[in-house]
């Protein structure tokens, strides 16, 4: 008896994280004793930048900055909600985990959540949840200390030049909540970022060069220019 409880035992803990998945992430049910105060340490960010781009594919890396340098301020949680748009049809997000979070510092971390509000990849606005938390069970993950970390990669895919971009929102705790290893948690702020096609733009050279160029032009047209004869 006391084995088939064990069992049990085991297979719920392997199974949380994708029942918590399928129910979607929600840090007041990972820490039931979780209490939301101040950063421990200064400001903690959490910042979009643009990564990658090219004819068919954009991408973004969600970053999170914390300098708590105590262990017991270590991130064990991480919920982020953005606002996505995109001034172009025809784009798809790439919600696989293997994307988002393959290359991210909390690949290891127990439960990992990828939840598109209204389910749909290919509708824009996009409310985007994203959200990792370390239950330090049978995985080989670790908390986060004091340094600048990638949280998670957004790969769009795009059919024609598109500036996508992405911004804090509130679905449910707010833009960022972070979590602590003694369950403290705290609201970060989301710095925003438009990434997209490149605008040419001519340098202080280039337009003292296109100047004369355009004088040299117009100087040329006019000593070309033949006078007009009139006939009396």
């Not at 084995?3 to 719920?12: E, F, K, S, T």
């Not at 930048?49 to 105590?70: E, I, K």
């Not at 017991?72 to 953005?82: C, H, N, S, T």
């Not at 679905?171 to 438009?194: C, D, F, K, R």
């Amino acid at each position: 008896m006391r084995g088939r409880l064990i069992a049990v035992a085991v297979v719920l803990v392997l199974a949380l994280p994708a029942l918590l998945l399928a129910k979607g992430f929600d840090l007041y049910s990972l820490f039931p004793n979780l209490t939301l105060g101040t950063d421990p340490n200064g400001a903690d960010s959490v910042y979009v930048v643009c990564s990658g781009l090219s004819q068919t594919d954009l991408t973004m890396q969600v970053r999170v900055g914390t300098d708590n340098a105590d262990p017991f301020d270590a991130l064990q949680g991480i919920d982020v909600e953005l606002l996505v748009t995109a001034d172009q049809p025809g784009v798809t997000l790439d919600v696989t985990d293997a994307t988002v979070y393959g290359t991210s510092a909390v690949n290891n971390w127990g439960v990992r959540s990828v939840n598109v509000i209204g389910g749909n990849p290919s509708a824009f606005p996009m409310q985007l949840k994203l959200g990792a938390v370390e239950l330090d069970t049978a995985d080989a993950g670790s908390t986060l200390v004091a340094g600048d970390y990638l949280f998670a990669t957004l790969r769009f895919n795009t059919s024609s030049p598109t500036n996508i971009s992405a911004s804090g929102t509130t679905i449910s705790n707010g833009p960022a909540t972070l979590v602590t290893m003694l369950a403290n948690g705290y609201s970060a702020t989301v710095l925003a970022e438009t990434c997209g096609p490149a605008v040419p733009t001519l340098s202080e050279w280039g337009l003292i060069l296109f100047g004369v160029v355009l004088l040299g032009g117009l100087v040329w047209y006019v000593r070309r220019r033949k006078p007009v004869t009139v006939s009396v």
